[in-house]
């Protein structure tokens, strides 16, 4: 018979190893101020994270400082680095506007090409003349508050002195070992659409600092958009949710873009996951 002490240490052996190898799921909750709900999945591990539920499925790799964008309903893919985006999705519009507004006439071609110059400055990379010009100060309130189970830290982000969004952080989530905050934070803005120059203070030092403190459990900006946690759960990860499906087939980024277009064609609210 073996030894109870032996089989007590095989067993803590086993549990903690898979606590080791353990990933995240997240539910989130996105919010309008209007009454607009939807949810959104994410799961991390090993520096993978899957963004699922909102606008097709978003899949991270920040050791490759990679990405996927997935149309799941349409079974295609793209792949590229973090680095390429911007331009390849420059590229992108370029070509389906131009095939778009080849048989138009002259002002409303001229129309369209001043639309797409508004979206080239969104695809620009902020200068860090713009970072430099504002004045992001963080503020801790000093108020807690428990979310999904967890205690959360009320901060406040002002720039140039203007409230311009509230979070809710947790360092209760052990996420280090799965997840550089800072580097995904920095690989986010690299990717997303700087709308009017409105999230560059994201970019600020300040700001990329505070997201290593600890998980946003709930955010709220300027616009009344809120996202909140409202499930945490800790489980091993299948290393197949970071890949895609056999059936999948990798495109272009501007057949992605298309097939986007065409499935927003005769937009309706529920059809957007919203509730």
């Given amino acids: 018979m073996k030894n109870p002490i032996t089989i007590i240490f095989v067993i803590l052996f086993i549990l903690s190893t898979f606590r080791l190898n353990a990933g995240w799921v997240i539910t989130q909750r996105h919010s309008t101020d209007d009454g607009l709900i939807r949810y959104e999945t994410l799961m ?8 699922s539920g909102l606008d097709g499925t978003f899949i991270f790799d920040l050791e490759k400082e990679s990405f996927i964008l997935a149309n ?19 590229e992108a519009l370029k070509l389906i506007i131009g095939e778009f507004t080849k048989d138009l006439p002259q002002d409303q071609k001229e129309m369209y090409n001043s639309m797409f110059q508004e979206t080239i400055d969104m695809c620009a990379a902020p200068s860090q003349s713009a970072i430099d010009s504002l004045k992001t100060e963080i503020k801790s309130t000093g108020l807690t508050e428990e979310i999904a189970g967890y205690k959360s830290s009320r901060y406040e982000v002002y720039v140039n002195g203007v409230l311009r969004e509230q979070l809710w952080l947790s360092a209760g989530i ?10 995904f934070a920095s690989l986010m803005n690299e990717i997303e659409p700087n709308i009017n120059g409105e999230y560059v203070y994201e970019n600020s030092e300040s700001y990329l ?3 290593i403190t600890g998980f946003p459990m709930r955010t709220i900006d300027d616009l009344g958009i809120m996202v909140e946690v409202i499930k945490v759960e800790e489980q091993k990860i299948a290393g197949s949710e970071f890949e895609m499906p056999a059936d999948f087939k990798k495109v272009g980024l501007d057949e992605l873009i298309r097939l986007a277009m065409i499935g927003s064609a005769g937009y309706d609210s529920e059809d957007d996951g919203w509730e």
């Fill in 209 to 211: 600092n505070l997201t």
């Fill in 174 to 183: 052990p996420l280090k070992k799965d997840l550089d905050m800072k580097k």
């Fill in 72 to 90: 799941e309903s349409k079974k295609v893919y793209w792949e590229g680095k973090f680095g390429e985006f911007r331009n390849s999705y420059y």
């Fill in 44 to 51: 991390i591990q090993s520096n993978l994270v899957k963004m």
